[in-house]
């Protein structure tokens, strides 16, 4: 990726898009500190684009869209269970079963342990509002815990302390796409008797020491709305485990609880995976791996180019993180997305208010200062544009930007 410039200036610049020789950086900026500046700019850099994972394997799409019309099994049909085969052995589970979205995979997980009313479910702090809402739903009490300030995770050293006789289950959340440490999780759930459940809604294809998302626990969720890693032309969700019985009750759960057609031996709802989602995730799989390396790619990049004053991810080192969101750390953080978007470049904030912070989960109990280091980053964080097949030349001009914004 990186090219010397065949000209006098050998030895200062160097190109990093060999295509169109419009990024150039300067390594007389010193060490770690390039001075990045894009000669050829795009007209902007939206956050996400999809349309290059989808343009590559848009004739796959189609015919698998048309292969669904050609059977007319919509509900639950042959994709579905393809799709579910296909998505365990890539997580390395012994089952999965595909819902319709990441809430109801979270929530039917819950309830297919087996925890419900009087239970507690303990989470990260700085989850999106999904992972608490699903918890809820399920009838569980949720509990919130505050994050280890390096990887933006629940903070395995404080899960024992909350921790009570109601405790059912310990909630990791992979954010951003990067696996929670859970050999401490697991450890202190084995010690009480917990279940671990995985919220992997971001994380599809992470790995934690080696091992995917979605076999690190009793059962994982992930969620398939369309800017997830993997994601569903619509909304969609899957289960993991390696636990029959909690398979089998997921199935029995998604679907009004049907052993038969009309025989229903336990209360269920309908949220079924369709056929069509199935059909189209299946296709997509086939390419995660790589499109999760070219986030890899960009992220590193990011990390290459980026000042001093911001703060890149860190990787923990058992993480193979696969970047669904590029979380950075800066001060004046709503200045800098406000001069960003003046050049037409589109970040984020992956979450600006905690969830114990939010109106609606006012009843919850917590109130400011219980989460210091969730309440901290969230008014830091800042997420850049991040997606498979990023130019180089839109990362680059994200990182000009940004030193514009620090020389100020
Ligand atoms: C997206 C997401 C969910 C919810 O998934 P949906 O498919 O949108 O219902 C849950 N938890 C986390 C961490 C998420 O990012």
């Known amino acids: 990726m990186t090219q010397q410039v065949g000209n006098p200036e050998a030895t200062e610049l160097v190109t990093l898009d060999g295509s169109a020789g419009a990024v150039l950086v300067d390594l007389d900026a010193g060490p770690g500190t390039p001075s990045v500046r894009v000669t050829k700019p795009l007209s902007g850099v939206p956050f996400v684009d999809l349309r290059s994972v989808h343009g590559a394997i ?39 079963v595909g819902v319709d979205s990441g809430f109801s995979g979270l929530e039917l997980m819950i309830r297919a342990l087996g925890i419900g009313a009087g239970d507690e479910v303990i989470t990260a702090a700085n989850t999106f509002v999904a992972t608490v809402g699903a918890i809820e739903a399920a009838g569980a009490r949720p509990i919130l815990v505050d994050i280890d300030p390096a990887t933006f995770n629940l903070d395995a050293a404080q899960v024992g302390a909350a921790v009570t006789p109601a405790t059912a289950a310990i909630l990791p959340v992979h954010l951003y796409g990067q696996p929670a440490d859970m050999d401490p999780i697991n450890e202190v759930a084995r010690r009480h008797g917990l279940a671990v459940l995985e919220d992997a809604a971001q994380a599809h294809g992470a790995r934690y020491n080696g091992a995917r998302t979605g076999s690190l626990g009793h059962a994982a969720a992930f969620s398939f709305y369309p800017a997830k890693n993997l994601g569903a032309l619509g909304d969609g969700g899957m289960v993991t485990t390696s636990d029959p019985e909690v398979a089998e009750r997921l199935r029995l759960l998604r679907n009004l609880g049907t052993t038969r057609k009309y025989h229903h031996d336990v209360r269920g709802f309908n949220h079924r995976l369709d056929t069509l989602h199935a059909a189209v995730l299946r296709v997509k799989l086939a390419s995660l791996d790589e499109a999760n390396e070219s986030r890899r790619r960009a992220a590193s990049l990011y990390r290459d180019l980026l000042p001093a004053g911001v703060m890149a991810p860190i990787e923990a080192p058992w993480a193979e993180h696969v970047y669904h969101l590029y979380v950075t750390r800066i001060g004046d953080r709503d200045d800098a997305i406000r001069y960003l978007a003046e050049r037409n470049i589109s970040a984020m904030i992956h979450y600006p208010i905690p969830v114990h912070l939010q109106p609606a989960y006012a009843d919850l109990g917590y109130g400011l200062g219980d989460f210091p280091v969730a309440e901290e980053i969230a008014g830091q964080i800042l997420s850049l544009p991040m997606y498979p097949g990023i130019p180089v030349v839109a990362v680059a001009q994200v990182v000009e930007a940004i030193e514009g914004f620090l020389r100020g």
């Open 58 to 96: 848009r004739g796959d799409i189609d015919a698998a869209i048309a292969g669904v019309l050609d059977r007319g099994d919509f509900i639950l049909g042959q994709a579905v269970e393809e799709f579910e085969a296909a998505f365990a052995a890539y997580c390395g589970a012994a089952y999965a």
